[in-house]
């Protein structure tokens, strides 16, 4: 059974940071994309960052470059979502996701599992 598990979140202040994490069970890491999306209350879910099992490559959205960095440890079949200088519009749900290809996406819809999610809150 496939299994993504989110921790990490939390609440911070404005500039702060947090590492979430994405601990994943039930495949073989190597063989999956792993992307973080987030949702707001009344926004529609955003691609954050996700990064390709083939080569490592990453992909950000415009909002959170050189903010944010996505990394992925296979032997411990987890991936990390460092958020620095943390803005209030940064606060949501924060999801990761798994999808079997070598080449990451940012659109959701592509994403065959999910995890239960992490609140993360940025206050001014």
């Known amino acids: 059974e496939v299994q993504l598990v989110e921790s990490g979140g939390g609440l911070v202040q404005a500039g702060g940071s947090l590492r979430l994490s994405c601990a994943a069970s039930g495949f073989t890491f190597d063989d999956y994309a792993i992307g973080w999306f987030r949702q707001a209350p009344g926004k529609e879910r955003e691609g954050v960052s996700c990064i390709s099992s083939s080569d490592g490559s990453t992909y950000y959205a415009d909002s959170v470059k050189g903010r944010f960095t996505i990394s992925s440890d296979n032997a411990k079949n987890t991936v990390y979502l460092q958020m620095n200088s943390l803005k209030p519009e940064d606060t949501a749900v924060y999801y990761c996701?798994?999808?079997?290809?070598?080449?990451?996406?940012?659109?959701?819809?592509?994403?065959?599992?999910w995890g239960q999610g992490t609140q993360v809150t940025v206050s001014s």
């Open positions: 996701a798994s999808v079997y290809r070598s080449v990451a996406t940012m659109f959701g819809d592509e994403y065959d599992y």
